[in-house]
């Protein structure tokens, strides 16, 4: 598989890593939206499903937050994978190209042509770099110019041409020297580059991310706020239904209850006349019994009155102390 280009480096008609990237996290993010909505809204699960948002960006994408970054701007996540393997990928076919443009180069140049001249070889190592930076594709490609241009093969290679045509490789010694400084500051700009894109795409995920869990959040009150009243209506329905279809039972029941409600009434009030009437005569009873034993108890003291009196009399005759030698009072 070929690599692409990691970043749009100026010619946005390519296809590169990063643009796909982002189409594709709006795309996830439209799924997770949809799903959530799918799923409906749950009060007791709001905070967990809004922070779904952000923690789909951690887990696509961490990102180097330290002051001086030494390393990559991106270090870890699902996206760093693919970078990273798209960058193996252009250091490989990189270094194939140069590979072949530089045999290419020795195979034109062996035997060395007559009258060959030193700006000609400098022609050739142009022609050579430049369709090299035509035909390399990814992050890996300034690095493996750079590198190739300061390896020993290259070297060699002038020392060859120097040793067996006398060139003094002045001019080409100074413009080695140019092309690795400009690789060196191209490299370092595009560097820059990248942590400056990599922060303003951090800005903008966490922005999306904070604008999907306010619609989110929108979305699912609107929906729970739709079926609490879908709810109200159809018990209102419901009710009108039952009310409706056991309006003549209903009557007919209430009917019945009332009857017996009345019946129930009847017979407590016969059970209460029942104990008042039972009430009464035992009171009446009472009294009379009181009236008989008041009876009885006046005509014993009658009775013990009228003995008393006649022992009073028989005591003022002296019968007792005369007929018995007793006195009845004691």
């Known amino acids: 598989m070929l690599p692409i280009e990691e970043r749009d480096w100026g010619d946005a008609k390519k296809h590169n890593l990063m643009g796909i ?66 960058r193996e990928r252009s250091r490989v076919y990189c270094e194939k190209v140069f590979q072949t443009l530089f045999d290419e180069l020795k195979i034109r140049l062996n035997p060395i042509p007559d009258g060959y001249t030193e700006k000609m070889l400098q022609e050739e190592v142009d022609e050579l770099k430049n369709s090299y930076k035509k035909q390399a594709i990814g992050p890996a490609k300034i690095d493996v110019l750079n590198e190739r241009l300061q390896s020993s093969d290259m070297t060699g290679f002038f020392q060859m041409c120097k040793a067996i045509q006398g060139f003094q490789m002045q001019i080409n010694e100074t413009n080695r020297k140019h092309e690795a400084l400009s690789l060196q500051n191209e490299i370092q700009k595009r560097k820059l580059q990248e942590v400056e894109e990599e922060s303003a795409r951090e800005r903008e995920e966490h922005s999306k991310a904070l604008q999907d869990m306010a619609e989110n959040n929108r979305i699912g009150i609107e929906k729970m706020l739709n079926i609490q009243e879908e709810n109200r209506l159809k018990h209102e329905r ?26 129930r009434m009847e017979m407590h009030q016969q059970e209460m006349a029942k104990r008042q009437k039972h009430f009464e005569d035992t009171l009446a009873k009472a009294k009379m019994e009181l009236q008989t034993s008041q009876s009885e108890n006046r005509r014993l003291e009658g009775e013990v009155c009228s003995e008393r009196q006649y022992s009073q009399r028989l005591r003022d005759r002296g019968f007792f102390w005369r007929l018995f030698n007793w006195d009845p009072a004691e």
């Open 21 to 86: 990237h982002d189409a594709v996290m709006d795309n996830v993010r439209k799924e997770l939206k949809r799903l959530l909505e799918f799923f409906g809204y749950d009060e007791d699960e709001k905070n967990s499903n809004d922070s779904l948002f952000l923690e789909l960006n951690e887990r696509i994408v961490i990102r180097d937050k330290s002051e001086n970054q030494k390393k990559d701007a991106i270090i870890g996540g699902e996206l760093h994978f693919y970078l990273r393997e798209n």
């Open 238 to 263: 419901k009710v009108k239904e039952l009310y409706e279809a056991n309006h003549q039972r209903i009557a007919e029941m209430t009917k019945s209850a009332q009857k017996k409600d009345e019946q």
